[in-house]
């Protein structure tokens, strides 16, 4: 079992920044694919961005090509998501998941970490 725990997520002018953390902890955490996915108010969670084992392969939702970027470091087993050119409808709590990839189900998630981007 994998435990994921986010940090980052706060208030943010349109436009602004932020970088999430995701650390993760238990058996054998950097062997598999992480990810990012997200709940706006009313809303499905949705597919942010999946980071492959060594970090070389990456996929983003259309909705944020260009302006979001995952990584990892699995020396600190750790999964970031620098968000950059925020907008209004990015405001959402953004969850942590493993594994993470197009077609796949995470079975673990974290608790979240709301970010709110203001007009």
């Known amino acids: 079992q994998v435990q994921l725990v986010e940090s980052g997520g706060g208030l943010v002018q349109a436009g602004g920044s932020l970088r999430l953390s995701c650390a993760a902890s238990?058996?054998?955490?950097?062997?598999?694919?992480m990810g990012w996915f997200r709940q706006a108010p009313g809303k499905e969670r949705e597919f942010v961005a999946s980071?492959?084992?060594?970090?070389?392969?990456?996929y983003y939702a259309d909705s944020v090509k260009g302006r979001f970027t995952i990584s990892r470091d699995n020396a600190k087993n750790t999964v970031y998501l620098q968000m950059n050119s925020l907008k209004p409808e990015d405001t959402a709590v953004y969850y942590c998941?493993?594994?993470?990839?197009?077609?796949?189900?995470?079975?673990?998630w974290g608790q979240g970490t709301q970010v709110t981007v203001s007009s």
């Open positions: 238990g058996r054998t955490s950097s062997s598999f694919a």
């Open positions: 998941v493993a594994p993470a990839g197009p077609g796949i189900s995470p079975s673990a």
């Open positions: 980071v492959n084992w060594s970090g070389l392969a990456t």
